[in-house]
């Protein structure tokens, strides 16, 4: 499955992006879903995750609160909306898809879960 990460962008604290994730693959509906980002100097690390049928999401403790994760299996895509930004939510931000489509919340927040990891946006909060 390819993924093709896009939205990101120059943004003020305070402000909002949303980040879209788009797959080709045919079973995406069949996926977990997951964000990870990257800042300059640092690990890659978990953002959000979402199941397959939606009805579980997971999220860092960083980002609850202001982060939303999102999916339309019709589109085949997956959404990040970035609220009430910070200078710290800087990073390239990057989709992954996991193919088992049944893994524990704990799992799903290590990227060695996910076969599958998109090329990224950058995301640029200024203070």
């Known amino acids: 499955v390819q993924l093709q990460a896009s939205g990101g962008g120059l943004v003020q604290a305070g402000g909002s992006l949303r980040l879209s994730c788009a797959s080709s693959g045919r079973t995406f509906s069949m996926y977990s879903m997951g964000w990870f980002r990257q800042a300059p100097g640092k690990e890659r690390e978990f953002v959000a995750a979402i199941i397959w049928s939606a009805s579980r999401t997971y999220y860092a403790d960083s980002v609850k609160g202001r982060f939303t994760i999102s999916r339309d299996n019709a589109k085949n895509t997956v959404y990040l909306q970035l609220n009430s930004l910070k200078p710290e939510d800087t990073a390239i931000y990057y989709c992954?898809?996991?193919?088992?489509?049944?893994?524990?919340?704990?799992?799903?927040?290590?990227?060695?879960?996910?076969?599958?990891w998109g090329q990224g946006t950058q995301v640029t909060v200024s203070s």
């Open positions: 992954a898809a996991d193919r088992i489509t049944f893994r524990s919340g704990s799992d799903l927040q290590r990227s060695s879960s996910y076969d599958n």
